[in-house]
């Protein structure tokens, strides 16, 4: 059956990254590309907020448009947003999505989230290590990869060569605290320490001073390193925010093995590999997925080996440095929009998306052969 319209119950403000990369831009792109409509309905206390969360949800409860499908996107409060979207799901669950990248499950009340998951026919997962924790509640569960969306940027050439900059340049992306900062200091700080050459590390996300603060402290008095901290980024222009990327000569994405990270989507990984940028990574769920070892990047288990892997892409040939650059953009089909889109298209084809009574009995009587047609009745 044709899916004509997804009603999207997101959990926050649409300038999260999950948002932005998992509702926004596919459903722009499944827009352009097959004419899908969309209701994007964000979370709000104020009188406006509510009042379209009511009118999207009636609508999508008691009269729902032709061909619609139902997505709840990573909901997992207590309150009365998620009491009213597992209500929804309840009666509605056989044309509903659960979409979950993130292990909310670890640092949130679950019970929401396993109610959600239960109701809705389908659960759509950003990690595999989120699809083997849905399937305890839904064996209905897909592997959905989060996609990076077309931005252009990529690393410049020099007479036909990708080259790195003149002092070899590190960066990292992303939320500086929490798990994401605890990976950094274990795995990647003792690998920078004296390493006898100069090295720019660039980190865009240390958003205020008490986290620029933590940075420069622990690698304080380390004559070889260079730190540059962005702030002030405007992340909703995936341009801008992808042409900083552009100019690291390798990306760093490093993860502790532990579940939180096993159940990340390696987006961090992704966004490098968007613009032609050789990665050193820690082989922990999602990031093995997309890592070719010695291909687009090199593979970093213990601090140890990210410091190899500094040395290695800093003092590689320019031509094997440009085969790396080349080989971490062939990788992009795999989580473009377009991949993503047509997944998710195919995801919600899964289901019995809403058909009014009157559409159904018109296709069921189209389908029924006309009396010519019919074969003859026998005397």
Known sequence: ??????????????????????????????????GVGSTLVVPGRGPLAVLRFLRTYLEALLFPRSGSVIVV??????????????????????????????????????ATIQALMRNCAL?????????????????????????????????????????????????????????????????????????????RLVVLGARNDQAEHRLREALAGDPWITIEV????????????????????????????????RCKSAFKLKQYLSCGVPVLASPVGENARFLRDGVNGLSCVYAAAFREGIYRLAGITDEAYDRMCREALAGTTAFNLEAHAAALLEACGRLRPFMPPVERKVRRERALPRPEQRAPQGT
């Open 1 to 34: 059956m044709t899916v004509r319209h997804l009603y999207w119950f997101t959990y926050q403000q649409p300038s999260l990254p999950s948002i932005r990369y998992r509702a926004l831009h596919p459903l722009q792109h499944l827009w352009a590309w097959r």
């Open 230 to 261: 962005e702030r002030d980024i405007p992340w909703c222009d995936e341009a801008a925010v992808h042409a900083r990327i552009a100019r690291f000569d390798a990306g760093l994405a490093p993860l502790l093995d532990n579940e939180i990270s």
């Open 73 to 110: 996107q990573r909901v997992h409060s207590l309150g009365p947003y998620a009491w009213a979207l597992r209500l929804l799901t309840f009666f509605r669950g056989d044309r509903s999505i659960y979409d979950i990248d993130d292990a909310e499950y670890i640092e949130r009340h679950p």
């Open 123 to 199: 659960v759509t997962c950003g990690s595999r290590g989120l699809q083997a924790y849905a399937r305890r509640y839904n064996p209905n569960t897909l592997l959905l990869t989060s996609p990076v969306p077309d931005h252009g940027q990529r690393k410049s050439e020099q007479r036909g060569l990708v080259r790195r900059n003149d002092v070899f340049t590190i960066g990292w992306v992303g939320c500086f605290w929490g798990t994401h900062e605890a990976s950094l200091r274990a795995l990647v700080y003792p690998a920078l320490r004296d390493l006898g050459f100069r090295v």
